[in-house]
């Protein structure tokens, strides 16, 4: 078997040290450089990108507290703004109330001054009718 012949062990030991040799100066000056040139880019796009993540969270941490404050003062304002409505509107409600009150007593009061009238004027038309019949009626009578 010639993979135990102890001749060609000094020929195939001299070109595994050239081989591993070439291999490992091609390694280390062209291969390794370039993974380390990578990854140290990497490293510097990766901590770019979270030096940008954090300012963004900053600001948008800042922006929904201004948000926020902005949400409570818009719902405060409109509170506020409902309740005086509401005020001013029941104030309104309660002034034309009344005023209806004042035109619908007014009005009442004349339908009974009218109606008070009116029958006045009946009875006192009634009697004279009454009255002229009683004296038709006497008139033929008597004559």
Same mark, same amino acid.
């Given at each position: 078997?010639?993979?135990?012949?102890?001749?060609?062990?000094?020929?195939?030991?001299?070109?595994?040290?050239?081989?591993?040799?070439?291999?490992?100066?091609?390694?280390?000056?062209?291969?390794?450089?370039?993974?380390?040139?990578?990854? *140290?880019?990497? /490293?510097?796009?990766?901590?770019? %990108? &979270?030096?940008? @993540? #954090?300012?963004?969270?900053? +600001?948008?941490?800042? $922006?929904?507290?201004?948000?926020?404050?902005?949400?409570?003062?818009?719902?405060?304002?409109?509170?506020?703004?409902?309740?005086? *409505?509401?005020? /001013?509107?029941?104030?309104?409600? %309660? &002034?034309?109330? @009344? #005023?209806?009150?004042?035109? +619908?007593?007014?009005? $009442?009061?004349?339908?009974?001054?009218?109606?008070?009238?009116?029958?006045?004027?009946?009875?006192?038309?009634?009697?004279?009718?009454?009255?002229?019949?009683?004296?038709?009626?006497?008139?033929?009578?008597?004559?």
């Amino acid at each position: 078997m010639p993979q135990f012949d102890f001749t060609t062990y000094s020929s195939q030991i001299f070109w595994l040290f050239i081989c591993f040799s070439v291999l490992y100066y091609f390694m280390a000056s062209v291969i390794l450089p370039r993974i380390k040139n990578i990854t *140290s880019q990497r /490293k510097s796009i990766i901590g770019s %990108d &979270l030096a940008s @993540a #954090d300012s963004i969270n900053e +600001s948008t941490s800042e $922006i929904q507290a201004r948000i926020e404050e902005l949400t409570f003062r818009s719902n405060l304002k409109y509170k506020t703004t409902l309740e005086e *409505s509401a005020k /001013k509107a029941a104030a309104k409600r %309660d &002034l034309l109330l @009344a #005023d209806f009150k004042e035109k +619908s007593e007014k009005l $009442i009061k004349d339908a009974t001054d009218e109606i008070e009238k009116t029958i006045k004027n009946s009875k006192e038309a009634s009697q004279g009718a009454a009255s002229k019949l009683t004296e038709v009626i006497q008139n033929k009578i008597f004559n």
